[in-house]
């Protein structure tokens, strides 16, 4: 191996570092604490693990965590009704529902009742209109957690080559306007993209996020160019499951000039940058400066 492993497991302990000391200061000098409300519908096993360790993460910074645990039959009026609520609880700066909901409810609609600037998640049309049009939003956690490791690699981005793989909602668009932001050339690109190699051979930086175990080769690879695999993958292998992301780690770390491992790479970074998007979200509901090194 002969590219610089991107640890994304230490890297995130900084930002919940960073994060703690923030809120210490929150509580301090103006007497406030974040508050995160997490809703969780039904009893999937890996939403309430998720569920979990952010609840658990968010007491460790310091911060307030409400849970709201609801049935999986539960209508969709009940569940708009919670949301409302929390909408307008001064003591809630950040609001999450867990997906995937129960199949009888719209996820759209439930993700779009939720107060803009209360959108941990990023994901209200709002948000993504705003994050598009270059304006000051709630930023998804997962790109947002791509786009902090980059730039502590690289310190700036300007003028370098960017393809993201992968065109999804919650990371392959909001991934390419970010490092549009940020003054990259970017492509993004997808199964049907004509010649994948070619255009992935031209980029300086690799964010895969395609869902597909070990879709992306070494020889896909430009030499030195920097690779983001948000992918989480599980796989049997030699009669074991095993955790493996979109990009064949072995044949890439061979030539990148640096990579992200799965696990340990990007998937610590989800929950760290959603407790930064919460104290984000309190200083502005509060008019005070954003915290500095935790927004995009």
Not at 211 to 218: A, D, F, N, T
Not at 258 to 269: E, L, Q, R
């Amino acid at each position: 191996m002969t590219a610089k492993l991107i640890d994304g497991k230490a890297f995130a302990a900084t930002v919940r570092e960073k994060v703690a000391s923030h809120v210490t200061r929150l509580k301090e000098d103006h007497g406030i604490t974040p508050g995160l409300a997490v809703v969780l519908v039904g009893e999937d096993p890996a939403s309430q693990v998720y569920v979990r360790s952010k609840g658990k993460q968010t007491i460790e910074a310091g911060m307030n965590s409400y849970e709201h645990r609801m049935d999986a039959d539960t209508t969709e009026a009940d569940l708009l009704a919670v949301i409302d609520a929390l909408n307008t609880d001064p003591a809630v700066h950040g609001i999450l529902v867990q997906l995937p909901l129960p199949g009888h409810l719209n996820e759209d609609l439930i993700i779009n009742s939720i107060a803009p600037e209360k959108d941990v998640d990023g994901f209200h049309i709002s948000n993504v209109g705003l994050l598009g049009t270059g304006q000051k939003s709630m930023v998804p956690c997962t790109p947002l957690g791509c786009l902090m490791m980059l730039r502590d690699h690289h310190g700036s981005l300007s003028g370098m080559n960017a393809v993201v793989i992968g065109r999804s909602n919650i990371v392959g668009k909001p991934m390419a306007q970010l490092l549009l932001g940020d003054s990259c050339t970017v492509t993004i690109a997808h199964s049907r993209t004509k010649d994948l190699p070619g255009v992935v051979k031209q980029a300086d930086i690799v964010v895969a996020a395609v869902g597909r175990p070990e879709m992306v080769p070494g020889d896909w690879i430009k030499e030195g160019a920097t690779v983001i695999d948000v992918g989480i993958n599980r796989i049997e292998r030699d009669g074991k499951n095993k955790l493996v992301g979109d990009v064949d780690f072995e044949s890439a770390a061979k030539v990148a000039g640096a990579i992200t491992p799965v696990p340990g790479g990007v998937g610590p970074m989800t929950i760290a940058c959603l407790l930064a998007n919460t104290v984000t979200a309190c200083c502005r509901a509060n008019g005070l400066a954003e915290p500095e090194g935790l927004t995009a």
